[in-house]
């Protein structure tokens, strides 16, 4: 089911500061699909928010009371091994103790021994953000990370719970198991625990050196197709050589043959990032080869309705992404972009402001905010946030010359000719052919 448009109702009430409204709808939300990752995570960020903004209002001696009999629950359900009733549990007493670490673990532990992994993952990462230093917290998130998909995040939880405590064996085992399972994974070969056997087996290696290789003839590649194809209708349940076709068929230029391998591999492991995001690139590829094919042969509407289908079908496609790296700005900030494609501006607005606090982003979400309030017409604030990205950056580059341009523009629609003048013959200064920059400088101020 696609809860998007629930969530993006939960994030907008978020961003108004609607604490209690968000918190109910978060509440639904993971009532009705409780591995629902962004709708928990979600929901951590509200209270956490509400809980700030109350000041710890009611005292602590009055919360840790309000919230004894669910927490007493909770343990007692888990003992008894009822997990998701346990998860429920320690929701109730979360509302009013939100930064509660010990209680934040134990939700974590017990969505994932309910098998919701998508939720474990989102309550670790937030429980790892309240409590920097808590080697557990960090242990546990890595885990998570590792168990879907995400390496190089896993990776960096367990180097920080070797900060916190560099004497964890659990931690400097699983480091090291990681970093040799990544090593493993980059050789390429799917079966590095025969890797003496492929050594000694010359044919063996001389495809595993091929598959190394970038570019592969289109007959080598139908000599690997065939193989693989009589690999697989000997195991037609290994996700593996389902992901291995892909790879052949995208490479052969037939992504929908790909697609179709890809979203097999996806029906065993549901979790996968890089699957998903596999399956969300073959997806365009496909889209944008039928835009192609209608353009060429002369059909503008289809060409037309094909786009519109490959906008909305990012939007999804990253919804999804996000939904599965819920602390990825990064991704939060490519999702924007795609919903200021789709005209979604309120959309795209949520998720800048989500991300826009992450240093690695920071300057193009402040820029792609400036453009959503620009496009609501709320001017003030366009300028506010054009001005801060263009701080930021150098002051010459495109980027900077289209703050300046759009700059000028909100002055101009502002009734001030000068000022929007001022913006212009900084670009005039460095790029006479910029746009209708020219034809602007000719038009005598006012």
Partial sequence: MDFSKQIQKAEEALRRRNYDFAVELYRQLIDLDPNQGEARGGLRRTLRKRHEQDGGKGGKLLRAMSGALPLSR?????????????????????????????????????????????????????????????????????????????????????????????????????????????????????????????????????ELERSKRLVLSEEELRADLAKLEERFAGSPSDPELMVQLADVHERLGDPAAALEFVERALSYRKDSFELIAKHGDLESKRLKKAVARADKTGKADEAGALERELVAHEVKDYRRRVEARPGDAQLRLALAKRLLRADDVDGALAELQRCSGEPRVRDEALFHLGQCFQRKGVLDLARKEYEHALQASDGKGERAKEILYNLGTIAEAQGNRDEARSFYVRIYEIDIGYRDVAAKMETPAR
């Fill in 74 to 206: 909770a343990k007692a359900l888990q003992k008894l091994g009822k997990h998701e009733a346990c998860a429920r549990a320690l929701e109730d007493y979360l509302v009013t103790n939100p930064m509660d670490v010990e209680a934040n673990l134990l939700l974590g532990v017990s969505l994932e021994q309910a098998g919701h992994f998508l939720s474990a993952r989102a309550v670790y990462e937030f429980t790892a953000e309240i409590a920097p230093r808590n080697p557990e917290a960090l242990k546990r998130a890595g885990a998570m990370m590792q168990r879907t998909g995400d390496h190089p995040r896993a990776l960096e939880y367990y180097e920080r719970a070797l900060e916190a405590d560099p004497r964890d064996q659990e931690a400097l085992k699983a480091r090291k198991n990681l970093a040799a399972e990544s090593a493993l994974s980059k050789s390429n070969s799917s079966a590095v625990s025969h890797s003496r056997e492929l050594i000694k087996d010359k044919d063996r290696s001389r």
